[in-house]
T-cell receptor, first 113, second 112 residues
């Protein structure tokens, strides 16, 4: 089984809808991250959490919110989706000690019409 | 401002040829340095990382990278490319306890 899982893998929605993307990990890591990937822009950090009680905004947090329900679960919400939020979204985890190797989920492809 | 630059958006090499992907960073302190690979339809996988010691780092799949402090560079190399190496490659840096910052990626195409 995969260490970092994301659901759904693909989602098509309409402008104005509320969307939740979920991430679960079995690696026992404290740190979790949400990124979005757009062609030519690489990966940009949306939010990150260093533990259950710690949530931090990343480079592009506007229009997004997150919830860290447990050490293993980190959800990303789009309260009112808009077309320019169409992207590939990745969740990642890391142990947070020393060099911070991140382990990535398979991604969620979100299309907002 | 802190930044990571991958100057090449797209590179095409012939199978069996050597490969070098460039990465430059702009940080006040020496960061931790990483290379990740993203195969089509997949998430990112760590190829290698540097945090101290020997400046030539060996990774998985026959890749290596060399840290050059004087040039603020961490270029990725492979002596002989295979068709399965076609993917997107991302350089990333980390300073202190902050999250990784990724470059915009270099897409590698391999031709016969």
């Amino acid at each position: 089984d995969a260490d970092v899982t994301q659901t759904p893998r693909n989602r098509i929605t309409k402008t104005g809808k509320r969307i939740m993307l979920e991430c679960s990990q079995t690696k026992g890591h404290d740190r979790m991250y949400w990124y979005r990937q757009d062609p030519g822009l690489g990966l940009r950090l949306i939010y990150y959490s260093f533990d259950v009680k710690d949530i931090n905004k990343g480079e592009i947090s506007d229009g997004y919110s997150v919830s860290r329900q447990a050490q293993a679960k980190f959800s990303l919400s789009l309260e009112s989706a808009i077309p320019n939020q169409t992207a590939l979204y990745f969740c990642a985890t890391s142990r947070g000690l020393g060099t911070d190797t991140q382990y990535f989920g398979p991604g969620t492809r979100l299309t907002v019409l | 401002a802190q930044s990571v630059t991958q100057p090449d958006i797209h590179i095409t090499v012939s199978e069996g040829a050597s490969l070098e992907l460039r990465c430059n960073y702009s940080y006040g302190a020496t960061p931790y340095l990483f290379w990740y690979v993203q195969s089509p339809g997949q998430g990112l996988q760590l190829l290698l990382k540097y945090f101290s010691g020997d400046t030539l780092v060996q990774g998985i799949k026959g890749f290596e990278a060399e840290f050059k402090r004087s040039q603020s560079s961490f270029n990725l190399r492979k002596p002989s490319v295979h068709w399965s190496d076609a993917a997107e490659y991302f350089c990333a840096v980390q300073v202190g306890n902050t999250p990784l910052v990724f470059g915009k990626g270099t897409r590698l195409s391999v031709i016969a």
